[in-house]
């Protein structure tokens, strides 16, 4: 199998290959719609059933289906969204599959990947936070910035010296991700969701084309979940971690998107108050200014 590059990206595979997975995961009982015999040879709802519910007629839905899309409004997609019970995330990818389907340029496709830096404000920012682990990432997950306690919970990622650290790259081509990770599993699918939908937006960056390229390569497992089209979005939830210093930390995350640096996240992690985590989290940060405190003395010496 070749692996995913930015020269081999086709949206009309990637909007097809969408598209007949989400029709293979809904059941004619599911939208209401009678089963006539026993013997169905599609999984899921057939062409002619999604192109009924959209209120569009077979041959229009089956040239969509396989990639032709020029042309196509807004209020159809909506109608094909609804069909097929996309939720937020879903729409929102089917719609950037299509823009980008419609926009492309050879101009586009060579366009390079700019590295992304944070700004001095935005630095200051995280170093304000004391109490809580913060970084602030890309969309392709690479970690851009942090403050001291987010670099002492992750610093297995860190370990790596591949720049920028990447959480997806540690997380199936490392093994110490396993122990790391408690919820390695979901995480794993959560992470491609995430890439999956940043493939959307931007099918012709280089960078992730490259990162999708690498993983597929040399993770089966990555190569399985990317193969499914599962997008979705992270904007809060529960991270449950394991530090080879402090141990077990069952931590909650928000995401912030910078809207004066489009494309970048502001992510934090907070224990609840009075837990086992927030005292992990007390000794890490003592952990970390102790380290700091090492390292300047030694530079002194030294200098």
Do not use: C
Request: no cysteine.
């Amino acid at each position: 199998m070749r692996a995913p590059t930015v020269e081999t990206v086709d949206t009309r595979d990637e909007i097809r290959d969408f598209l007949t997975s989400r029709r293979a995961k809904i059941t004619p009982d599911q939208v209401g719609l009678p089963v006539y015999g026993g013997n169905r040879r599609v999984a899921g709802l057939r062409r002619e059933e999604v192109a009924m519910l959209a209120g569009v007629s077979v041959d229009y839905y089956t040239r969509l289906e396989r990639g032709n899309v020029r042309g196509v409004s807004d209020s159809v997609l909506e109608a094909l969204a609804r069909a097929l019970r996309l939720d937020e995330a879903e729409r929102t990818h089917l719609f950037d599959l299509v823009h980008a389907a419609n926009t492309s340029t050879a101009r586009t496709r060579r366009r390079p990947t700019k590295q992304r830096q944070v700004r001095p404000s935005v630095q200051r920012i995280l170093d304000a936070m004391t109490g809580a682990p913060a970084y602030v990432r890309n969309g392709r997950l690479d970690i851009l910035a942090t403050n001291r306690l987010a670099a002492a919970l992750f610093a297995p990622i860190f370990a790596d010296p591949v720049r920028p650290a990447n959480p997806a790259r540690f997380l199936f081509l490392h093994p110490d991700s396993a122990e790391f990770y408690l919820d390695w599993e979901r995480l794993a699918h959560d992470t491609v969701a995430a890439l999956r939908s940043e493939a959307g937006q931007h099918p012709y960056d280089r960078a992730l084309s490259d990162l999708i390229g690498e993983l597929s390569t040399r993770s089966d497992t990555f190569r399985q979940l990317w193969a499914a089209h599962n997008v979705r979005h992270h904007r809060t939830g529960l991270k449950h971690l394991h530090h080879p210093t402090v141990g077990d930390l069952h931590l909650t995350y928000e995401a912030m998107e910078l809207t004066a640096d489009p494309g970048l996240t502001l992510i934090t992690y907070t224990a609840e108050p009075g837990s086992p985590s927030q005292d992990a989290l007390n000794l890490l940060a003592s952990w970390a200014a102790t380290l700091d405190q090492a390292q300047a003395t030694e530079s002194a010496d030294q200098a």
